[in-house]
C-alpha cells in the first residue's frame, strides 16, 4: 500500500466525507428525478404533438441511448483526463440538454436533446461512485457509497410528487416541470468548483505533490474536528510502481485481460440482469396489471408507494454491505427481488398487489446500492472509472431492450410468463456475483487489486 492509501485509510468518517456524500448524492438525486419526470411528461407529449405510439416509445427511449454512451464515455475518459473534470463536464451538459428540452417545439427535437441529457445522466451516475470511493476507508466505503446510491431514490419520489402538481397545471406544466428538475444543478455545479481530485488517480499519474496536498488538507479538517491529532499512517508502506498513463483502447483490452476477466464478466452480468429485470418489471406493470382488469397501478398512491420504498431499499442494502458483504448483499435482495416479482404475477387482490409491488421496488433498488459500491472496488485504479463506467453502460441494453422483449413474449408466455423469464434472469445475475465475485468487505481498494486481482505484480492498463 502507498503512503497516500495509508493515510487515506487511517482516517475517520468526518465532515470532508459527508460533504463528499452531499456533493455526489445532490447529483444522483437530480440524475433520478431526471430520469423519472420523462415518464410523467409523456402523456402530455403524447396529446401536444398527436404522437403515435411507436413515436412515444421512440421519445421514452431516448434518455436510455444517451445514457449508454455517457456511461461509457465517461468511465473511459475518467481514468485518462480524472474524475472531476468528467464528472462536472458531464453535469453541465445535463443542465443544459434540460433546459433546452423544456423548450422543444417538436418531438424530434425533444428525442435529440433528450439524447444529449441522458449522455450527461449517465456520465455521472457512472463516474461518481469510481471517483467518491477512493477517498473513504475501506471500514466505511461499502455503507458509504451504497447511501450515496440511495440519493437516486429521493429524485424518484420528487418526479412522483412534482410531476403530479406541475405536469396536468396547464399546457405549460410539462415545461415548468423539466425546467424545475434542470435549475438546481447550476447550484450544485457551482458548490463543486471546490471538490478536489482524487488522490489516488493522481497518485497513478505521478502527480504525487498534488496527491498529498489533497490529503493534508483532508487530515487538517477532520484533526480541527476532532480536536486531536490524527494517529501515523501505517509503518509498512511503499511508492506505487510506475503505470502506465494508458489509452482508450488500452483501458478497454485491460478489462478482459487475465487478472480481470472473470471481474469483468460478472459485472457485466449482474448489471444486465439487474436493469433488464428493474425495467422489464417497472416499465410494463401498469399495463400488464390493467390487461389482467387490475386497475391499482393507475393510482397515484400506488406510484408513491413504489418510489418511497425505494428509500428503505437502498439504505438497508447500504447497512448490510458492510455488515454481511456485498456479494451476500446483492445476491439476496436479488433474489427476493425475484421472489417479489413472482408474488406480483400471482396475486389477484389490490391489497396484495401493493404490498408485493413495495417488496419489489424495496429489494430490486436495494440490488442497485450493493452494485454501486462493489463494481469500482473491484478494479484497479487505472481501470476503475473505466470498469464502472462499461458495466454500467451494458446496463442499459438491458433497459433499452427489456420493454421491447417483454412486448413479445407477453402475448405468448402471458403475464406469469413475463414474471418468471425475468426472475430467471435475475437468478442467473445473483448466481453469477456469488460464483465469479470476490471478497472486498475490510479491504482496502489497494489489497483488492494486489490479493485479488493480482495486479501489485502486474499492472493493468499498460
Not at 493515510?7 to 423519472?36: N, S, V
Not at 402530455?44 to 421519445?59: D, I, P, Q
Not at 442494502?317 to 448483499?329: I, K, L, P, V
Request: proline fraction near 5%; glycine fraction near 10%.
Amino acid at each position: 500500500m502507498s503512503r497516500i492509501a495509508a493515510r487515506l485509510e487511517r482516517l475517520p468518517f468526518a465532515r470532508p466525507h459527508r460533504r463528499l456524500l452531499l456533493m455526489g448524492g445532490l447529483g444522483y438525486t437530480f440524475d433520478g428525478l431526471d430520469a423519472a419526470i420523462v415518464a410523467f411528461v409523456l402523456p402530455a407529449l403524447t396529446a401536444l404533438w398527436s404522437l403515435t405510439s411507436v413515436e412515444t416509445g421512440v421519445l421514452a427511449s431516448a434518455n436510455f441511448i444517451g445514457y449508454f454512451v455517457g456511461a461509457f464515455c465517461a468511465g473511459n475518459f475518467g481514468d485518462l483526463i480524472g474524475r472531476r473534470r468528467v464528472m462536472m463536464s458531464a453535469l453541465a451538459i445535463f443542465c443544459l440538454a434540460s433546459l433546452v428540452t423544456a423548450f422543444a417545439t417538436s418531438w424530434s427535437m425533444f428525442f435529440w436533446w433528450r439524447i444529449l441529457a441522458g449522455m450527461g445522466t449517465g456520465a455521472e451516475s457512472a463516474i461518481v461512485a469510481p471517483f467518491l470511493s477512493e477517498f473513504v476507508a475501506s471500514r466505511y466505503r461499502g455503507r458509504f457509497i451504497g447511501a450515496l446510491a440511495g440519493f437516486f431514490s429521493f429524485g424518484f419520489l420528487g418526479a412522483a410528487l412534482l410531476g403530479r402538481a406541475m405536469v396536468p397545471a396547464g399546457p405549460w406544466g410539462w415545461r415548468a416541470a423539466i425546467v424545475v428538475t434542470a435549475l438546481p444543478i447550476v447550484m450544485l455545479l457551482w458548490w463543486r468548483r471546490a471538490l478536489p481530485e482524487s488522490p489516488r488517480w493522481l497518485e497513478t499519474r505521478g502527480r504525487i505533490q498534488e496527491a498529498e496536498a489533497i490529503v493534508e488538507r483532508f487530515e487538517q479538517s477532520i484533526e480541527q474536528e476532532l480536536g486531536r491529532p490524527l494517529p501515523p499512517p501505517a509503518a509498512e508502506t511503499q511508492a506505487p510502481r510506475p503505470v502506465s498513463r494508458g489509452t482508450l483502447f488500452s483501458n478497454l483490452r485491460a478489462l478482459w485481460s487475465r487478472q480481470l476477466a472473470r471481474i469483468t464478466a460478472m459485472t457485466w452480468l449482474a448489471w444486465l440482469s439487474i436493469t433488464f429485470c428493474y425495467y422489464s418489471f417497472f416499465s410494463w406493470i401498469p399495463s400488464l396489471m390493467v390487461k389482467n382488469g387490475l386497475t391499482i397501478t393507475k393510482s397515484f398512491n400506488y406510484s408513491i408507494a413504489i418510489y418511497a420504498a425505494q428509500v428503505p431499499g437502498y439504505y438497508s442494502a447500504a447497512f448490510f454491505n458492510e455488515r454481511f458483504g456485498r456479494q451476500a448483499t446483492i445476491s439476496v435482495y436479488m433474489i427476493l427481488g425475484g421472489v417479489s416479482a413472482l408474488a406480483l404475477s400471482l396475486t389477484h387482490s389490490n391489497f396484495w398487489i401493493m404490498v408485493a409491488g413495495v417488496c419489489l421496488s424495496f429489494f430490486m433498488n436495494g440490488t442497485y446500492a450493493g452494485l454501486y459500491a462493489y463494481t469500482p472496488e473491484l478494479f484497479p485504479t487505472q481501470v476503475r472509472a473505466t470498469g464502472m463506467g462499461v458495466a454500467s453502460a451494458i446496463g442499459r441494453i438491458g433497459a433499452i431492450s427489456a420493454p421491447i422483449i417483454v412486448g413479445y413474449v407477453f402475448p405468448l408466455a402471458g403475464f406469469a410468463g413475463v414474471f418468471g423469464i425475468s426472475t430467471i434472469i435475475l437468478l442467473a445475475g445473483a448466481i453469477s456475483v456469488v460464483v465469479l465475485g470476490v471478497r472486498t468487505r475490510g479491504k482496502s481498494l489497494e489489497e483488492i487489486a494486489a490479493e485479488e486481482l493480482g495486479a501489485k505484480q502486474e499492472p493493468v492498463g499498460v
